[in-house]
């Protein structure tokens, strides 16, 4: 989808740091931790946010 504005990876990146436990690489499973944890009304930002970690989960475990 190209760039990423800032406060997708903010969000994303603080939901990394503080919950890990809750995500993994499935964007289906992430979506409502996602919902859970956050107030996040718009499912166009939860959806860009839930891909967003789901692409950082994936590229943490090919490493």
Excluded: C
Aim: proline share 3%.
């Amino acid at each position: 989808m190209g760039i990423k504005p800032s406060y997708i990876k903010s969000i994303g990146t603080g939901l990394l740091e503080k919950h890990g436990e809750y995500f993994s690489n499935d964007f289906d499973e992430n979506k409502p931790a996602v919902s859970k944890l956050t107030t996040i009304e718009s499912k166009d930002v939860r959806n860009r946010v839930a891909g967003y970690i789901t692409r950082k989960v994936n590229t943490r475990r090919r490493r």
